[in-house]
């Protein structure tokens, strides 16, 4: 690839939370990014609000440095970011196959993918009331999903010249320790930590990097409830703290940038005061 080039990612779960605010933060920086989700008017709507954010930035260069020819060099040096919107439902192959296919056909490689399409599945159900179509529902999402398009973005990252790329999977604070009535998210997040560590292995005589980000409350529709209050493994029900979705988008881009050579293999990052460390 040549500077005047950006790095292509595909971000799934890219129409709403931290899905949306990792999407919006690679373009920022120049990445080109391919969407995706499974309705495609939020995926529009990150689309957007990515422009309008790279608008600001650059509009605010501009000002700090106080000359149009500043402003204009720096425009003609950025890599030449777009954005491309792929519906898809993760947990169907020939879905993830089209969105792939898509991908390279718009920008002809892959160098990230961030694995994050998750759902929680129904809240405060315990294990006993669970159905099974509420438990496969999750456990396709967050897993099956998971794993069909890092499949696809290994088989694109082995065969691409240059070789290699990397893939951050979601995990969560639940790959380590439960909430209480979540037995298919905290399964399917175990199950994520084990499919970080063997893709990582398996990626690396192809310049592979696989890591995991886990992650606490950050502030999102997904997480809103949690400043009201939520069970606690005392069986009280208690507010809890979150942290800005942006600070997450931020360690995301950091593990991403890094070279090939390099990687993270598992990081936390989470709301400082959140019941983690101690949780039960």
Not at 120 to 132: A, D, I, K, Q
Request: charged share 20%; with cysteine.
């Amino acid at each position: 690839m040549t500077d005047r080039q950006s790095k292509i990612a595909v971000v799934t779960g890219a129409g709403s939370g931290i899905g949306r605010a990792v999407a919006v933060e690679l373009l920022r920086a120049g990445w080109s990014v391919t969407l995706t989700g499974r309705r495609a008017e939020p995926l529009a709507e990150t689309a957007a609000l990515a422009e309008t954010a790279a608008r600001a930035e650059t509009a605010a260069q501009a000002e700090t440095a106080g000359q149009a020819e500043t402003a204009a060099r720096a425009e003609r040096s950025a890599p030449e970011a777009a954005a491309l919107a792929v519906t898809a439902d993760v947990s169907r192959p020939e879905d993830v196959a089209a969105l792939f296919a898509a991908t390279v056909d718009r920008f002809g490689r892959v160098d990230l993918l961030f694995n994050n399409a998750g759902t929680f599945g129904p809240g405060g159900v315990p294990v006993e009331e669970l159905s099974y179509e509420a438990w496969r529902h999750v456990v396709d999402t967050n897993l099956n999903g998971a794993f069909l398009c890092a499949q696809a973005a290994y088989r694109q990252m082995k065969e691409q010249d240059p070789q290699g790329g990397r893939i951050i999977n979601n995990g969560s604070v639940s790959a380590h320790t439960p909430r209480p009535h979540s037995v298919a998210y905290t399964a399917t997040k175990h199950a994520l930590t084990g499919l970080t560590k063997s893709l990582s292995l398996d990626g690396r005589p192809y310049r592979i990097a696989v890591g995991q980000l886990d992650i606490g409350n950050a502030a999102t529709d997904m997480t809103a409830r949690m400043q009201k209050g939520v069970l606690q493994a005392n069986g009280e029900v208690t507010p809890e703290p979150v942290m800005d979705v942006a600070d997450v988008a931020r360690t995301v881009r950091h593990m991403a940038e890094l070279p090939l050579e390099a990687n993270v293999q598992f990081a936390t990052v989470l709301a400082t005061a959140m019941p983690y460390i101690g949780r039960g």
